[in-house]
């Protein structure tokens, strides 16, 4: 166990002196009640006198002191020993431009579909380090390789059409961005799922560059047109309204050919959210191979264990001091 915040350890102290004031006082008060004939009273026992002066204040003390650990914020250490595990290290390269809002995949639009086929390929997964960009004009990391999928699942969640707020598809960039974040893995196997529903359009870096830089940092890339073929609707606000404007197949499929077989990679295309699944089924089937863990170490709160008894005590001196342990003034 640890605590997180020690310094509060000290208040411990003052509490403890007040303690001893306050019991050494009650020790030495006389009573303000006078009897005159006390000699006819039967004694009271030492101990007996001393519990009932004791005890309220050290119900008291015993409950502060509880709350004095609780605000150094105990913690249980949990550590899992390093070692070598197996998995890849995947980055998913999503494209979030507006036309990803086309609606398509019947009943869903594109991006729907992404998130969805996205969040299923990472449930899968057991011991591959995954990570996560976006890219319309400009391309935004989500979450740098990690094997907690839960909280990789929980970006994945919130990823929607336009959220880069650029326009345009930067697909040169969004790779280059997601090469930048594999080239120092370790990872004998790294790729990237690289996801768009169009041609690169805007950006610093061409396509074909960002595919060339990936392959000399041994980086496979596995592209995904999402795209029916012929025209397509996507929901715009007018000012009639928000309607359904059509929109042409703009999936520009050589360069993304091009993209895969520059980097020993594969080109899918999917029309409907159930070849998309199964596009992610089929790279889910990769090698794998092993990389080093480092030792885990994660920190929890346990305060229950000492706020509880902290609060029975104050109870038990609040009804006890009015009634078996009452005193006269």
Not at 107 to 119: H, K, L, Q, V
Not at 190 to 198: C, E, N, P
Not at 288 to 312: C, G, N, Q, V
Request: avoid cysteine; glycine fraction near 6%; charge should be negative.
């Amino acid at each position: 166990m640890r605590f997180e915040e020690p310094l509060w350890l000290i208040a411990a102290i003052p509490v403890l002196i007040v303690f001893t004031i306050v019991l050494g006082g009650w020790h030495q008060r006389r009573a303000a009640l006078s009897f005159p004939g006390a000699g006819n009273l039967r004694a009271v026992p030492e101990w007996q006198s001393w519990l009932v002066r004791g005890t309220s204040p050290l119900l008291t003390t015993l409950a502060l002191l509880l709350m004095v650990i609780a605000l150094a914020r105990p913690q249980k250490i949990k550590r899992e020993a390093a070692g070598a595990t197996e998995g890849i290290d995947i980055l998913l390269a999503i494209d979030t431009s507006l036309s990803m809002q086309a609606i398509d995949f019947d009943p869903m639009n594109r991006m729907t579909a992404a998130r969805t086929a996205a969040i299923e390929f990472v449930g899968k997964r057991l011991t591959d380090r995954i990570g996560a960009l976006v890219f319309g004009g400009d391309p935004l990391l989500m979450s740098p390789l990690t094997l907690d999928y839960d909280g990789l699942r929980s970006f994945l969640e919130v990823i929607y059409a336009g959220m880069t707020h650029s326009e345009g598809t930067a697909i040169g960039d969004g790779l280059a961005a997601a090469v930048n974040h594999l080239k120092d893995s370790e990872s004998e196997t790294k790729i990237v799922i690289l996801l768009t529903d169009g041609r690169s359009n805007t950006g610093v870096i061409d396509p074909l560059t960002a595919a060339k830089t990936a392959k000399a940092f041994g980086i496979k890339v596995y592209t995904i047109g999402t795209a029916k073929r012929g025209q397509s609707y996507v929901p715009q606000d007018t000012a009639f309204g928000r309607r359904l404007v059509p929109i042409r197949d703009d999936l520009d499929e050589d360069t993304l050919l091009q993209i895969a077989a520059e980097t020993d990679g594969k080109y899918f295309r999917a029309t409907n959210i159930e070849e998309l699944k199964e596009i992610y089924a089929i790279i889910d089937r990769l090698e794998k191979t092993e990389f080093d863990r480092p030792e885990l170490i994660t920190y929890s709160d346990i305060l229950f264990p000492f706020l509880l008894p902290a609060a029975l005590l104050l109870i038990i001196e609040f009804i006890s001091s009015r009634t078996l342990l009452r005193r006269l003034p």
